[in-house]
């Protein structure tokens, strides 16, 4: 069915702050139009959002076609030369799964919403989520965790470890997905106990620690970082919603390499990586990982 080439490659400074992705269902009933309708109406005030499009009107970026109905395939086929638009087949209960995408009937609007926007991370690219590290979008986490599996390094040949500490999934995930697309391979805890338990037992390039975290503030931790022996030359980069001079003060004087203010550019958050890692990610042999 819908074939696509491995990866995707995602260039967040030229995408669009909201999209409309238009659906064009085929063979479907009334009643699962109507839930594709509802759909449309709920996204609406989305950066992600759908429309319906009329009967045979062109221009659809997902497809959902009742697979047992013949000439609803047949339509799909027409419309959809070369499979090139990505397509959910619509199937009975109890079927076993047709093609890349597919749902079952009774139709579940909740099921579908997440079907859709998954598709459209996979096969469009299109993630405005990740713009600023640390902006909160709603379902944030669940559409990252898509992006991180589906993502390539725009550069394959660099290759660095960073550790992400922060007690926001969606922090930590647009983090991780930021760091892949460079290169580098994120472990990411939430509390400043497990980043040093974790700095224990592995070495890392750099550090990523948000200021508020549960026990132990980043403070905190980033000195017991630039004490220890093994660890005190590790870029410490500390993220944070307050942006004071008394609170870079503080931070200088925790020992951290970088204050930065959330939320986070991507384009202030590359220039960061390449400051700390200039070798790697000009292509440099990465000792930490030799």
Not at 67 to 82: E, H, L, M, V, Y
Not at 91 to 120: C, F, H, Q, W
Not at 176 to 192: D, I, Y
């Amino acid at each position: 069915m819908f074939r696509r080439a491995p990866g995707v490659s995602m260039q967040w400074g030229n995408m669009e702050p909201r999209r409309i992705f238009r659906l064009d269902a085929i063979g479907l009933t009334d009643s699962e139009r109507r839930i594709i309708k509802s759909i449309c109406a709920i996204t609406s005030g989305r950066v992600r959002a759908y429309q319906l499009l009329d009967h045979g009107a062109p221009g659809a970026h997902i497809f959902l076609v009742d697979i047992d109905d013949s000439a609803a395939f047949a339509t799909w086929q027409k419309r959809n030369p070369g499979e090139t638009v990505p397509s959910i087949f619509v199937i009975a209960r109890g079927a076993e799964s047709v093609g890349k995408y597919s749902v079952r009937r009774p139709l579940v609007p909740t099921a579908l919403m997440k079907l859709l926007d998954e598709i459209t991370v996979a096969e469009h690219a299109y993630l405005p989520e990740v713009k600023s590290i640390g902006a909160g979008v709603s379902g944030d986490s669940e559409i990252l965790h898509v992006a991180i599996s589906v993502a390539e390094p725009q550069h394959p040949g660099q290759q660095f470890r960073a550790l992400v500490v922060d007690d926001s999934v969606t922090v930590r995930k647009q983090l991780e997905l930021s760091l892949k697309l460079l290169g580098g391979r994120a472990h990411c805890v939430e509390t400043g106990e497990e980043a040093l338990a974790s700095l224990e037992i592995d070495d890392f390039d750099m550090v990523f620690l948000d200021v508020v975290l549960p026990g132990a503030d980043g403070y905190q931790v980033c000195r017991t970082i630039k004490r220890h022996r093994r660890h005190k030359s590790t870029p410490v980069i500390m993220l944070t919603s307050k942006g004071t001079p008394f609170d870079k003060v503080r931070g200088s004087l925790a020992g951290c390499d970088n204050y930065l203010t959330k939320p986070v550019k991507e384009a202030t958050f590359r220039e960061i990586v390449s400051k700390h890692l200039p070798n790697r990610l000009a292509g440099g042999r990465n000792t930490a990982l030799a």
